[in-house]
């Protein structure tokens, strides 16, 4: 398959170059040409991103004390729960002994209390029924009550006692089980911030002992330029390479759009880049054609190159560049990912599918008064380039030759790569030949 498209395109490059020899002097034209055709036109981004765990825990302690223990360093594995450090428990431990032991005081005065309360009650009992056989003064039964509810008064005193005993043992417990700290999440250490016999005092702000990350999945953060970011949509696949791992690529998809913009002042470089063809040919013709750009969508471009595979690029500087943060999610379940890594990020920001395409270098070719005057003519109409509506289209002029002469043909365009440009409205079908180049041969 991939022998019949090399053929097919060198039999349109051999028709297309073609050589028309002008009797106007002794000196003909060499007029280069390329065909209209069909299929797909896609934006590719190049863009730096690093990358990050999804998750991402500082391990940090709720009570001070001084490290007896570490059981984790760097690029220790932990499971969630698993044992990472310890402190002395010492000072926790005597404090749980201690509410433990007025908690058992609070126990006793409250049956001490209970007795009373029982003993006041059968007094009372007894005081009733002889007061009610007026053995005894109102004056007494009156006093057999208050001492009866003064007992009750007392016993209840004591019951909170014992709840705040319990509440107080509960703390020490706490207080105790946090000198023990442990993973919260399944993971690799990262960071260790602390050393066997280091204190650490946890008074206004928690002191962080480890940093633990999930690095099972990632979250790659790109960075891509204003002009670029609206083609780029969630659900887009991505293709990245870390230069630490060699040639290997890995894939992706965008999760998320950030809307808070981030401004650059000492400028950017956008690489745009554009996979191989589709379908049809390649557009060939000979340097030196004259004319406007050829890439109606792209930025300012400084400089092109063409790799041996089929791939181009473009850089192009944008100064006071302002970009916007692509979150690439990205699985990594060998943790061959590193948190911190940086990649290069292959994205794409627009995509045209069935679409009649025209060669860029046809767009930007406009014939040049001395290649006019060779061949005698004068009546070359204005050019028409326009920009559409909202910048989304544009008016552009390509050209074919016939009869010895440069007719124009005007086309609303839209999307553009580096090879091709989607044509919105025109004359143009695919197949039409159209001029690349022109230039007098000596």
């Not at 940090?60 to 007896?68: C, F, K, L, N, R």
């Not at 300012?300 to 979150?327: D, M």
């Amino acid at each position: 398959m991939r022998t019949r498209i090399i053929a097919a395109i060198s039999a349109v490059v051999v028709l297309g170059i073609a050589v028309f020899a002008l009797t106007r002097g002794s000196e003909p034209i060499r007029v280069a040409t390329a065909a209209a055709t069909e299929g797909s036109v896609t934006r590719q981004v190049l863009a730096a991103g690093t990358l990050e765990p999804v998750r991402m825990v500082e391990v940090s302690v709720q009570v001070s004390g001084t490290i007896s223990e570490l059981l984790a360093d760097f690029n220790s594995t932990v499971k969630a729960g698993q044992v990472i450090a310890k402190l002395d428990p010492a000072v926790y431990q005597s404090q749980l002994e201690a509410a433990r032991g007025q908690l058992a005081q609070a126990q006793a005065e409250t049956a001490q209390a209970q007795t009373t309360l029982d003993d006041a009650t059968r007094k009372l009992q007894r005081a009733e029924e002889l007061g009610s056989q007026q053995l005894i003064a109102q004056s007494e039964l009156d006093d057999a009550r208050v001492v009866e509810r003064q007992a009750e008064a007392a016993l209840r005193g004591k019951q909170a006692g014992i709840k705040t005993g319990r509440a107080a043992v509960k703390q020490a417990e706490v207080d105790l089980d946090r000198t023990v700290v442990r993973s919260p999440i399944d993971g690799i250490v990262v960071n260790r911030a602390v050393d066997v016999g280091q204190t650490v005092a946890a008074t206004f702000q928690s002191p962080t002992l480890f940093t633990i990350a999930d690095v099972r999945t990632m979250n790659l953060l790109t960075e891509v330029n204003e002009g670029e970011i609206g083609g780029v949509r969630k659900g887009s696949d991505v293709a990245f390479q870390v230069e630490s791992l060699g040639s290997q690529t890995f894939h992706g998809k965008v999760t998320d759009v950030r809307l808070q913009p981030y401004a650059d002042q000492a400028g950017q470089v956008v690489v745009v880049v554009t996979s191989g063809l589709t379908s049809g040919a390649s557009a060939t013709g000979t340097p030196g054609a004259t004319g406007g750009s050829g890439s109606n969508n792209a930025a300012p471009t400084t400089s092109n190159t063409t790799s041996a595979s089929g791939t181009s690029s473009s850089t192009a500087s944008t100064p006071g560049a302002v970009t916007y943060t692509a979150v690439v999610g990205v699985d990594n379940p060998d943790g061959r990912l590193a948190p911190g890594g940086t990649a290069i990020v292959t994205l794409t920001s627009g995509v045209k599918e069935h679409v009649v395409r025209l060669p860029n270098t046809a767009l930007s070719f406009r014939p040049s008064p001395a290649v006019l005057e060779r061949i005698g003519q004068k009546d070359l109409p204005a050019s028409s380039a326009a920009e559409g509506g909202e910048g989304k289209t544009r008016t552009s002029q390509v050209w074919r030759f016939e009869q010895n002469r440069f007719v124009p043909l005007e086309v609303e365009t839209g999307l553009a790569d580096d090879q091709w440009t989607e044509m919105v409205s025109g004359p143009v079908r695919p197949g039409d030949v159209l001029v690349t180049s022109a230039a007098i041969t000596r």
